[in-house]
């Protein structure tokens, strides 16, 4: 029995919000309610830009998607208007979709997933607050660089100090 060219579709577009699910680490559910054409293109692009992937799909194949995957907290969220987020960088995805919400008041984060674990839309507006991915690192490795720095400073402070007693004992045995 050949299968409808329309269930094939949707099939399809399931099967890419499974894949989307798998190769992202994040996943944002957004009320896009209100926004218009035009807005919704510029949004996009923001997001293809920094490498991660939007659409608006039907509750209805987003649900059956995050069933598939074991995902069944979506299931309450799931009403209205829903588009979804896609990316691997959490604290990049959680700023442009803050900074988008910014100007366009309408759209709202309804949920998140990150690597499995949901995310109230509170703590993704906390992500959205954390500096860049390349400051974090700066500042673990200053981190770590901080106690071998002061380690060195105070091994260098002994060797000058012994070096100065040598000297005094020196000039005391020469006088």
């Known amino acids: 029995m050949d299968k409808k060219p329309q269930r094939i579709v949707k099939e399809n577009l ?3 919000i499974k894949d ?29 830009d920094a490498d991660m992937k939007y659409y608006v799909a039907k509750n ?10 074991g995902i069944n ?13 896609f990316g691997n960088d959490p604290v990049a995805l959680a700023k442009v979709v803050a900074e988008f919400a910014k100007t366009h008041k309408t759209v709202k984060v309804k949920v998140g997933l990150l690597d499995g674990a949901l995310l109230p839309a509170e703590q ?5 607050k954390l500096p860049p991915r390349e400051v974090l690192l700066a500042q673990v490795v200053g981190g770590m660089q901080a106690p071998l720095t002061g380690f060195a400073g105070a091994l260098q402070g002994l060797l000058r100090n012994l070096v100065c007693v040598l000297d005094q004992v020196r000039e005391q045995k020469s006088a």
């Open 60 to 69: 209805t194949f987003i649900k059956r998607a995050a069933n598939d995957e």
């Open 20 to 48: 989307d699910i798998k190769s992202n680490s994040t996943m944002l559910l957004l009320d896009y309610k209100g926004i218009s054409v035009n807005d919704d293109t510029k949004f996009r692009r923001q997001l293809r």
């Open 14 to 16: 399931v099967a890419g």
């Open 124 to 128: 993704l507006s906390n992500l959205a």
């Open 73 to 85: 907290a979506f299931d309450a969220f799931l009403e209205g208007t829903t588009s979804v987020a």
